[in-house]
Each structure stands twice: as C-alpha cells, then as structure tokens.
C-alpha cells in the first residue's frame, strides 16, 4: 500500500509518518511531496492508495494538485489536512471528490480509523474486480458475453496472460475424487483472495471440456510489478497443491508461457490438453510447463502409448470391463512395436500404473508379465463393480445442479471432476431421472425464476442473470415455453391460489 504525503512544513510531514508508523504502515510505503507539483509527479509514478494533502503549499495549492492527480491516479483516496481557519476550503475539496479532512494537529485515532477501513474497502473492491473479470472472461469465452466489442477489448487487449491446466490422476472414488478437487479448489480460491493486488487479476476458470485452469493477467501499466505478483501468487499455489505430497490424489500443473495475448494464451491451452496424456510419460504430480513437453510432443509413439495408458486407467476407475480389456490388448500390441518403449518410457508407464491401478509392475518385468498382471486388474472388476457407486454419482450431479444451476455448468465439466466420461456420465444420468442433464438444469432454474419472480424488488433482467441467463429474450422464451405464460404474467398474480394467465396464441 502506497501512501503519499504532501506538506511544506517538514515537522507536519514527520509527525504524520509517525502516525502511519504505529499504525503498522512500512517507511518504504510512504513517498513525500513538500509542494502540489511534486504531489502529481508522485501520484502519477506511484498511484498511492491514501493520500494526506495540505491545502497551503508552494507552486501548486492542495486542492488544484488533487484536481490533477486524480486524473492520473483515479483510485486514490484523498484527505485534506486543514486548521480551522481553512474551513470553507475543506468544503471545496469535498465537491471536487476528495474523501475526508482531517482539522490539524492530527489525532492518531482517526488515521488509525482511516487506514482500518480503506484497507478493507480496498480488499473488497479488488475481490469484487477479481469476480467480475472472472465473470467477463468465462462469457466472453463461451461467446454469451453482455459486453460490447469495445469492453471486451479493452478487457483483454493490452494485457499479458499466464494460464495453469490441473491434471488429477487419482486412485480415489468418484465423489471422493469431486471432493477433494473442491477442497483444493477452495484453497487455490482462498490464496488468490489473500494475494491479488491491483496490479493483476486471476481467476478459477472452467474450460470447455470442463478441466480446471488458473488465468492470471496483468496489464500493460506496471506490466514487471504485475507479473512479479501474478508468478509470486502462482507459486504459493504450487506450494500449496503439492505440500504434504498425496500418492492418492495427484495433481499436476501444465503451465503455459507469459502470452502476450488472450488468444495466445487460448492457443497454449488447446496444445497442453491435446499433449496432456504426456504427463504419463515425463511424470505426474509436479508442475509441467509447456516447453518440457515439446520433444515428447514431436514423436507420435510416445503420445499414443501415453493415450492408451491414461485411456486404461480410467476405464478401470469407471468399472467398464469389456472396454478396460479392450484398451488393455491395443496397449501392449503397441508397446510390442520395434522401439516403440524403451527402458526410460517403460519406467516412467509402470510407476503411473502402479499408482493408479491395484497393482505394482517393473521395467524390469517382460510384457508378457505385464499384462497378465493387469488383465488381473480386469477381472478385478468383475467383482467390484457397484450399483451404490453409480447412484452416488447421479445424486452428486444433482446436488451440484442444485447449487451451481446459475452457473454455465455441463455434464462435461462435472464428469471430469468425478473422473468419469461424459457420455457414460449423461447416460446414467438420464436412465435414473428419466431426464437430460440439460433439461434438468432448465427445470431447476425455472423453478428458482418463478420463486424469484414473486420478489417485487427484483426486475425480470435481475433474476434472469440470477438463475443463469445473460439474455432476457432467451429467459423470457425459455420461462414460456416451460411454464407456459410469460414471466410478467407470473408477477401480476403472486397469489398462490390464482393461476396466471395462459399466453395467448399467436396468429
């Protein structure tokens, strides 16, 4: 935090740094102006979050010197100091936009108040920033953005980004796995809170086929100072993911390089989900940037037998026998091809199978070993596959409808966080609610409209928004056609007992 304090009365200057100091504020945080002219130098080089300002200084008076700082430094908050004999001036200062003023000499207790809730004030401005980016990047991306063209540029262009892909092998059970992922998922949330700052902006943002990525941005104003705390946050929660380590639930980071453009950054994360199954190869649980994966990108047999293995696996974990034996054939008639493994390949695929599978097998170990020790995984699963296991999963589904129905949610997004497949995920959803995932999420968000529609202070466009809708048309016909009149129609007869009126046909 960047204070300014501008007085010619050197005496003043220190007295109020004093203050500052048993307030808990660094020396280093303070910069000092002992005339208006040094006040807007230092408000354009430092754009201070407090600023103290004399009305009576040399050159420039306080009150002209803020009318000009607060056009290079917007988010200062400004107090005049000022005797009583300067009162009508603290009136001026107050219509030009300064915050406060304080009446010398200065009383500790009220900077102490000051500084108390600027900092808060400032902490829940950024948070409130960080989500609406957070917002605008997730519409934009999915091409429902409210935002005009203009906006839209003007929020990605002239920014750098950084974006982190989470990959999560796991031995866990489906909901075991979602809650886990949640867990950490609050944690990472919960560092980001405590450490973003105005000069960048980060966000949890779910990608379309619904893995889980980190994007930090920085602009390109202070671009050094936005990238040092952009990475410095970044690496916190690398510490955090991986301390204590987890053999049960492996994560690993796949991090793209400093791109200098929102679709740069888009076209680094297309790359690392394609050649994600590497990690299969080059390792898991660590963090994987993407210039370490490029020369196992670049030879075709790696990729495929990195595809096979991870294929395997998660045939395993969703108990799909006749497929897990199938993948389990093609994997070694591909291993047996001339060259196709050799000795640091076969390390890297025993060690993830060995912590992903029931089982332990050795580079030392012939493919013949290796197989028969995984077709005995297979008909493992002959005994136990479980029809709990299928239920618990739709009734997790339902449960995150019901909480995130606002949301731009999809079946792909939460059959990954369960670790399942969406289209074995959709299936049994439909078979056990005789419904699609879809038009259970559109049940659930008209049901939530109607009873939202019953608040008076509340406009259509507000609850549209509220239950997942960017466009009014498109909630308006959607609400009609399930309910069968217009939303208007349902705030005229709030009562209970009184039907609203059917939707007259059109011609």
Known sequence: MNILIADDEHLARMSLKSILQEAGLPLEAM????????????????????????IRMPRLNGLEAIKQAKLLSPQTRWFILTGFSEFQHAHDALRIGVSDYLLKPIDPAEIHTI??????????????????????????YHGVSPLSQEEQDDLLQHACFIGTIFCI???????????????LLQTVQSIIDEM??????????????????????WGSEDADQG???????????????????????DVTLLQTSVCPSYKDLFYQFNWLQQFSNLRVIYGIG???????????????RFLAIS??????TDYYRQSMYVNYMSTLDRFMKACAEERAIDYGVKKSVAEFLSQMLPCQISPQQDLADWYQILKDCGEHLLHTQSHKEAVGLVEWVIATIEQEYHANISIAQIAVKLGVSPNYLSTLFHKKTGMTFVRYVTKVRMFKAKELLNNPSLQVQQVAEQVGYYSVRHFTKVFTEFFGYYPS???????KNTTPAQVEQQP
């Open 31 to 54: 910069k000092e102006a002992i005339n208006g002219e040094e006040l807007v130098d230092l408000a354009r080089l430092h754009k201070p979050l407090l600023a103290f300002v004399d």
């Open 115 to 140: 500084i108390t809730k600027v900092t808060r004030e400032q902490r829940q401005h950024l948070l409130d920033r960080n989500k609406q980016f957070a917002m605008d990047l997730t519409a934009i």
């Open 169 to 183: 092998d796991t031995t866990l059970s489906a909901i075991e796995k979602a809650r886990r992922q949640d867990s």
């Open 196 to 217: 973003v700052t105005p000069e960048f902006k980060m966000t949890v943002f779910v990608l379309s086929n619904g893995e889980i990525a980190l994007i930090g941005t």
């Open 227 to 249: 990238m040092q705390h952009c990475l410095n946050c970044l690496y916190q929660i690398e510490q955090t993911v991986y301390r204590p380590p987890d053999t049960g639930f």
């Open 286 to 300: 660590k963090k994987i940037q993407q210039r370490d994966l490029l020369p196992y990108a670049d030879t075709p």
């Open 307 to 312: 595809k096979l293995v991870n294929t395997l």
């Open 489 to 495: 129609a349902q705030r005229k007869k709030r009562d």
